[in-house]
């Protein structure tokens, strides 16, 4: 951080200044200190000078000087020195601390305007993000752990039930073609539950690293959802599920995204919906609304919904809400974490809405390119 110049004194122009003081200050102080004494000495006389008050004047002159310049000398030397000295102490102190990893004493910026100020203040932003680093680090370590024991519960859960099935399998309990045809299907999907779990896993992980490329391109929300959700017409076939799409047909909705990051966010937002809603007329809507420089993006659906206390987590990593905690429903907690790294690395917001009862809204927010919403 550069001060402002205004008022700056540099220690280069301080050194000048004292060196200058060291010369000409002892000249002034000798030069009145030798008219107060000759005053004193010779004023009252009158007529003829006495020889040895002259004397020794002559004699304490070259003492006097001596004296002065050693008093000036060592008062400017001292006080330069200590304007010096004083703050590289401190920053010494500093330093010695955040060796000792002790981050949180603050390193003392004075007021003055010079070299040492910016290094003091340099060093205090250094600690500042030193700080945050190991802050950062903290919690990453910690999610570590959490992510470490819940894989552990979660992959714990399917391989107990597989080797119970082997077991049975082993002992002879299957001992008719329909009942070994139940077995080995329930140990397929527990086999392709647990590569589901470490697939999604991965792709956490994954997007969780620093600088994870995005290939973006210019895409038309409009006709990308109206497509989307003619596929899934196709593959739900025979249920009872209502999909619709509603938006202006005038306006634009074009936006910057990797599609491929984008299609697993949707999929994952809308199998969710999927999962969770019980009623005999499943209704899934998405709507698009339009903005100066972003498009905002709900997809809702008629399910139980979830409590306004449970909303804010929803995005959390391992995140169950307490209706999704039983074996029909499943899911690896990872669905909407998911989400919300992929929206978050489009430069995008996601949220959710709703309550108990009346359903739930998933929302997130997508750039525009810079040349459309210019035009808009």
């Keep these: 951080m550069i001060q402002n110049r205004g008022d700056w004194m540099s220690i280069k122009k ?27 000495l010779f004023y009252p006389v009158k007529g003829s000078v006495d020889q040895e008050d002259l004397e020794f004047f002559r004699s304490i002159r070259i003492y006097l000087l001596v004296g002065v310049l050693v008093l000036t000398n060592g008062i400017l030397t001292f006080l ?11 920053l010494k102190q500093s330093a010695n601390d955040i060796s000792r990893g002790n981050l949180d004493t603050e390193i003392e910026v004075s007021g003055k305007k010079d070299e040492l100020n910016e290094l003091a203040m340099a060093f205090e932003s250094m600690r500042i993000r030193l700080k945050e680093a190991a802050a950062m680090q903290k919690q990453y370590e910690e999610n570590q752990k959490e992510l470490i024991a819940s894989i552990s519960h979660d992959l714990k859960t399917p391989l107990t039930s597989i080797k119970g099935y082997i077991r049975g399998l082993a ?32 792709l956490y992980s994954k997007l969780d690293l620093p600088g994870v490329p995005y290939d973006m391109r210019e895409l038309d929300l409009a006709s990308y959802f109206d497509d989307y959700l003619e596929e899934l017409r196709f593959n739900l076939a025979g249920q009872p599920v209502s999909l619709r799409l509603e938006c202006e047909p005038n306006q634009s909705y074009r ?20 999962k969770y809603m019980k009623e005999e007329k499943k209704e899934l809507v998405v709507r698009l609304s339009s903005r100066a420089e972003d498009v ?81």
């Design 14 to 40: 301080r050194l000048i200044l004292s060196n200058i003081g060291m010369v000409l200050l002892p000249v002034i102080l000798f030069l009145l200190l030798e008219m107060v004494i000759g005053y004193v």
């Design 80 to 90: 330069v020195s200590k304007s010096i000295i004083a703050p590289l102490l401190r």
């Design 171 to 202: 002992d002879g309990v299957a001992n008719t073609p329909e009942k070994m045809e139940r077995y080995l299907g329930t140990i397929e999907k527990k086999a392709d539950d647990m590569e589901a779990l470490i697939s999604e896993l991965l």
């Design 255 to 274: 936006v910057q995204a990797d599609r491929e990051k984008l299609n697993r966010a949707v999929g994952n937002i809308v199998q969710n919906s999927l």
């Design 296 to 376: 905002t993006v709900e997809i809702q659906d008629n399910g139980a919904g979830v409590s306004h206390d449970e909303l804010p987590h929803l995005f959390d990593r391992f995140y169950r809400t307490d209706v999704s905690r039983n074996s029909a429903t499943g899911g690896s907690g990872l669905g909407l974490a998911i989400v919300k790294k992929i929206i978050e690395g489009h430069g995008g917001t996601v949220w959710a809405s709703g309550g108990a009862g009346q359903g739930l809204s998933i929302f997130f927010t997508l750039k525009r390119g810079e040349d459309d919403w210019k035009k808009s």
